[in-house]
């Protein structure tokens, strides 16, 4: 089940729990433009999101993707993003809302 999501959640406290493959383009269209508000010299895009599971709101997870100590590359170039989050459930609905999103593409 793909849960829905909200944009610039709260996730301080959060960290890495995995990985994603993906391109920045994918990533924006799925989850929209990153956040502005994180960018540092070990980070240059991130987004914040919460998750919630359709079928019951109290069911929330929180994630981070982000590029750590990448160069920012071109919308196209796939790279290894990090997720974060307080489980591993947080890279299963980031992961989930990339296969749709390929899915659909095909």
Not at 14 to 29: P, S
Request: hydrophobic fraction near 35%.
């Amino acid at each position: 089940m793909v849960f829905d999501f909200e944009t610039e959640a709260a996730t301080s406290g959060t960290c890495l729990q995995g990985y994603a493959l993906a391109t920045r383009q994918e990533l924006i269209q799925i989850f929209g433009e990153p956040n502005e508000s994180y960018l540092d010299d070990k980070c240059n895009f991130e987004w914040s999101l919460l998750f919630t599971n359709p079928k019951d709101s109290t069911d929330t997870i929180r994630a981070t993707i982000y590029d750590w100590k990448c160069e920012p590359g071109n919308l196209s170039e796939t790279i290894s993003w990090h997720i974060g989050g307080d489980g591993l459930d947080a890279v299963h609905c980031v992961a989930g809302h990339l296969l749709a999103h390929r899915e659909k593409a095909a």
